[in-house]
């Protein structure tokens, strides 16, 4: 899947096209390579492929991925990207919205206060006149508080520097009021609580081998994980240590899949790593079985390979069903499955049961062979024959030397396995169940027989029941060798 996307509001051209409002808005503000990661992605986004990949842009600029995703959070967080991890990290540019229009007329001297007071806590640069009407017009369209509004600034500016931008101060404005704070006093309450999680951040960026300082989305994720999920410094700083390829994203991403499956304790989460380590390498195991290969082994998993061992399956039972599958001509995870579902039913869940199953067929196949042989067929035993064999023993009781006995009156005739049917079929109607009572039947009527009487029986018209007709030209259970 391509790592940069366009929203669909943003056409696709042979150039690519950079909104004014960026350079004039964001791009003095961007630190570092941010404004190249943007640019460069935005390129990307008209392209799918192997160069449309997190990789490309970080050996391009020479980053790391992780340097990619954080200045893409950046932009995320001035609302000019939207970047989802799963089912892997992709990256969707949005249109540019601010400075499209005409703000809206503010009554003049209505924010005199507020513009002195967000001015003293920005002090690295002077706030334009654009920008103040574009916190006005925030405050008119919003219920948010204008104390509250210089709350946030103050907050950016301690944490990103006092030359920061107005993009990232609403970002976060804009956060604030999902989570249902918009006066002062909820507002100071939320930030301040997320800056007592900085000591703990230190040591989770360091667990990341990641160089860069604490940002507001990593307070915010740090929250998430210890109030919303419920996870320990401890737990969170082990998980970590395994994410230093991804960095916060990846973390993120583990302990929202760890709190979904409701795992929180470290020997918990081990437990499940383990577990899931078995599940992939045997989902890998049996996609070779059966000569397939899958690069992201996460569906199989899921719905395939979880399922059966929750029937009971063990691993070295379900590699021998594949194998069984591949010689059967069976390749693909659904025929696999098919079968499983079939062994399932009668009651074949592990090895020992599942040999015994395959020698009671191969059994039976041997018998059924010997029925083709008399009939005069050189052929193996197919799916039709044992259906065939299957009504005459288990649903008409006839016995197999009967059955044999039949076989040879039928040799020589161009469908000899439908022209027993069709005399076995007469039998059954007649009560005749043995040898003996066919032989006598056959020599009661003596020379005189026609064409048309096979082993004493006069062949007659009739309707096939269901059973038949199906056994006859419906591909039942098992699968041609």
């Known amino acids: 899947m391509a790592f940069c996307i366009k929203d669909k509001q943003l056409v696709d051209t042979g150039y690519t096209v950079v909104e004014n409002a960026f350079f004039v808005n964001y791009m003095p503000a961007a630190p570092d390579k941010r404004t190249a990661v943007y640019l460069l992605g935005l390129a990307l986004s008209d392209s799918g492929g192997d160069n449309n990949s997190c990789q490309t842009l970080a050996n391009k600029l020479e980053l790391t991925p992780e340097e990619v995703l954080d200045a ?24 540019i919205n601010e400075g499209t229009g005409t703000l809206k007329k503010i009554k003049a ?52 520097g006092n030359n920061i931008g107005y993009p990232y101060i609403l970002a976060v404005a804009r956060n604030q009021i999902v989570r249902g704070a918009t006066t002062l006093a909820a507002v100071s309450e939320n930030l301040d609580s997320q800056q007592k999680y900085d000591d703990d951040l230190k040591i989770v960026l360091k667990a990341l081998r990641t160089n860069r300082s604490i940002d507001y989305n990593d307070r915010v994720l740090y929250e998430k994980w210890v109030k919303d999920y419920g996870f320990t410094q401890d737990a969170i700083t082990a998980i970590a240590k395994t994410c230093r390829v991804g960095g916060m994203g990846k973390l993120d991403a583990k302990l929202s899949e760890y709190y979904r499956k409701g795992v929180f304790d470290i020997k918990e989460i081990d437990s499940y790593e ?17 000569g397939v290969y899958y690069q ?20 070295e039972t379900l590699l021998a069903v594949a194998k069984y599958c591949f010689k059967s001509g069976i390749r693909t995870l659904a025929g696999v499955s098919s079968i499983i579902d079939k062994l399932y039913k009668n009651g074949v869940v592990n090895l020992n049961s599942l040999n015994a199953y395959l020698a ?75 040898v003996q009572q066919a032989k ?33 030209f419906t591909v039942l259970d098992e699968t041609e060798d």
């Not at 893409?72 to 249109?95: A, C, H, N, Q």
């Not at 206060?113 to 006149?129: L, Y």
């Open 72 to 95: 893409f959070r950046y932009w995320e967080e001035m609302g000019l990207v939207k970047i989802d991890l799963l089912p892997s990290p992709t990256v969707t540019y949005l249109p």
């Open 109 to 160: 001297h209505k924010y005199d206060k507020f513009s002195d007071a967000i001015q003293s806590v920005i002090t690295g640069r002077m706030i334009n006149t654009y920008e103040f009407q574009v916190y006005y017009a925030f405050l008119e369209e919003t219920t948010f508080q204008p104390e509250a509004l210089v709350y946030v600034a103050k907050y950016c500016a301690e944490l990103k």
């Open 274 to 290: 383990e577990q899931k380590t078995k599940l992939y390498d045997l989902a890998r195991a049996i996609t070779k079985s059966i």
């Open 296 to 315: 992201n082994l996460d569906a199989v998993v899921e719905e395939y390979v979880a399922t059966w061992l929750r029937r009971g399956y063990d691993d």
């Open 360 to 434: 009671a067929i191969a059994s039976v196949d041997e018998i059924i062979q010997n029925v083709l042989n008399k009939c005069g067929l050189d052929r193996r035993v197919t799916a039709n024959d044992r259906a065939l064999f299957r009504i005459w023993t288990e649903n008409w009781g006839l016995p197999v030397d009967l059955i044999e006995y039949v076989a040879e009156l039928s040799a020589g005739t161009s469908s000899p396995m439908a022209y027993a049917n069709r005399i076995l079929s007469e039998f059954k109607r007649k009560g005749i169940t043995t």
């Open 440 to 472: 006598e039947r056959d020599n009661s009527r003596g020379v005189a027989a026609t064409v048309a009487t096979v082993g004493g029986v006069e062949i007659e018209r009739r309707s096939y029941t269901d059973e038949e007709i199906s056994a006859l």
